[in-house]
Structures are given as C-alpha cells and as structure tokens.
C-alpha cells in the first residue's frame, strides 16, 4: 500500500461548485500533513497545512481524520484559477512524502 | 527574496554523460530534499538531508548521489546518464519536518 493515496481524477466541475478532495494515509505515526497545489510545469506550493482541529482558509478547508487515517480538502465557490493539481502531503520520520495529485479542472 | 534556487533550469544529456544539478537555499533551513517528477506523476524522493554533512536516501535513489557540506547547499550528481532519468527535478528545503517545504522553479532533464 503506498503511504499517500489519492484519486487522480480529474474532477471537471463548472464555476462556482463545491469540491471535496480525499487523501488517505498508511502510517498512522505520521504526525503532520499539508496540500499543495501544483500549476501545470510549476513547482509545487504550499496550499495550507492541516490541523487535527481543521483549518479553514477562505474558500478552503482541511479535515484530518485520525481514526480513518485520511484528510480532505474543501473548495466551496469554485473558480477558474483553481484549476491545478492537488498533491496531499504527509510526514514520515524525517520525509515528506507526496500523493500522485488530483487533477481540478474548473470551467466557466 | 531568493528562497530555493536550482540551476540549471533546463538541460539535454547523452546516455552515459555525468551532470550535477545545483540547489541552494538562503533560508537556513536544516531540511533539504531532492525529488523527480516523471510527466503525470507524482514526485518521488530522490535523497534528502537534516543538516550539514547528513544525507539518507529515499524512495528512488539509484543512480543518484548527493553531498551536504554546507546548510545552503545540496548538489544532486547524476552518474552515467540513462533515458529512464529524463525527468523534472525539483529541489525543496524546510525549517524542520514538520514544517511546510519550500521548491525551487525545477530542472528540466532529457537524456538522449
């Protein structure tokens, strides 16, 4: 089982729609973990980490779920520069170890 | 500010050709990584290291070899250049673990 899995998608979702991502996890020691967004042929970016408690950045919001070992990002109000690569993030020891990404394609 | 720098940005090596690809950071970050990203696909840990003169291996490190002697600096040196190494090469560092990385813009690598 890889330690970060993700569905690749693509999500295809009209402007203004809510999406869910779900990332789910092998390591229940991992201790941190974070989404990135990655532009097509750009360097990954750090979209926001993710808290046990969950975190709410504007349009976007992180869960953890320690007992089912899986995270998830919320996109409510899609736009069109959300299109990007999703890459869930997590932790292991002394590595940061990425997901295969989640395609979003928003259209107008 | 500089943040993470990777030179260079795009390179074409022969089977066989040996090539180091630079990566620098200004932030002092204890934590430097080195990761492959093979078109629609996800990125996978070359080597990392979690201070100056400590490097370990990660997922896909044959092929490859690193040094850290500097907290700035962590060169990633390809020897005898293989097509199956065509690839983008990203460069990351981060304060600590737990800590979000910062990456570099990448190197775009094609061997023929």
């Known amino acids: 089982r890889k330690e970060v899995e993700q569905d690749p998608g693509p999500f295809n979702v009209p402007e203004g729609a809510t999406v869910a991502f779900n990332c789910t996890y092998s390591n229940s020691a991992s201790q941190s973990f974070f989404w990135y967004r990655q532009d097509c042929r750009k360097e990954p970016k750090l979209l926001m980490s993710v808290y046990s408690s969950g975190n709410e950045d504007g349009r976007f919001t992180a869960q953890l779920n320690r007992a089912s070992q899986y995270i998830s990002l919320l996109i409510r109000d899609s736009k069109l520069s959300d299109s990007a690569t999703y890459l869930c993030?997590?932790?292991?020891?002394?590595?940061?170890?990425f997901g295969a990404g989640t395609i979003l394609r928003v259209k107008s | 500010n500089a943040g993470v720098t990777q030179t260079p940005k795009f390179r074409i090596l022969k089977i066989g050709q040996s090539m180091t690809l630079q990566c620098a950071q200004d932030?002092?970050?204890?934590?430097m990584y080195w990761y492959r990203q093979d078109p629609g696909m996800g990125l996978k840990l070359i080597y990392y290291?979690?201070?100056?003169?400590?490097?370990d291996k990660g997922e896909v490190p044959n092929g490859y070899n690193v040094s850290r002697s500097t907290t700035e600096d962590f060169p990633l040196r390809l020897e005898l250049a293989a097509p199956s190494q065509t690839s983008v090469y990203f460069c990351?560092?981060?304060?600590?673990?737990?800590?979000?990385?910062?990456f570099g813009q990448g190197t775009r690598l094609t061997v023929v």
């Open positions: 990351a560092s981060s304060k600590d673990r737990a800590t979000e990385a910062f």
């Open positions: 290291s979690v201070g100056a003169g400590i490097t």
């Open positions: 932030m002092n970050h204890n934590y």
């Open positions: 993030v997590g932790q292991y020891g002394n590595k940061l170890v």
